[in-house]
């Protein structure tokens, strides 16, 4: 599958932005989804797994209650829904799949990942 993330911008804190991962192929809904940011001088992070039906998710700490991830695998699309974000939310953001059958947070995991995105929290 080849995945191409959007909907990244500037937003003030406790403000709120979607993210989409757009997929192609036919076989996204065999792949589990997830969702990592990069901030500058930051390794890679997870941030959010979802499984391949949508009926398992996971969340890193940091944004357990703020952001919702979530699918439509009728429209090969994947959703990162970000509410009361943080200037420590700044990073480029990317979508990932696995073929894997649970959620994981390891990178190492995901074998296909989009461009990515950039998000950016004023003070």
């Known amino acids: 599958v080849q995945l191409q993330a959007s909907g990244g911008g500037l937003v003030q804190a406790g403000g709120s932005l979607r993210l989409l991962c757009a997929v192609s192929?036919?076989?996204?809904?065999?792949?589990?989804m997830g969702w990592f940011r990069r901030a500058p001088g930051k390794e890679r992070e997870f941030v959010a797994g979802?499984?391949?039906?949508?009926?398992?998710?996971f969340y890193a700490d940091s944004v357990k209650g703020r952001f919702t991830i979530s699918r439509d695998n009728a429209k090969n699309t994947g959703f990162l829904q970000m509410n009361s974000l943080k200037p420590e939310d700044t990073a480029v953001y990317y979508c990932a799949a696995d073929r894997s059958t649970a959620v994981t947070a390891n990178q190492w995991n995901y074998h296909s990942w989009g461009q990515g995105t950039q998000v950016t929290v004023s003070s």
């Open positions: 192929g036919r076989t996204f809904s065999s792949h589990v």
């Open positions: 979802i499984s391949r039906r949508g009926d398992n998710t």
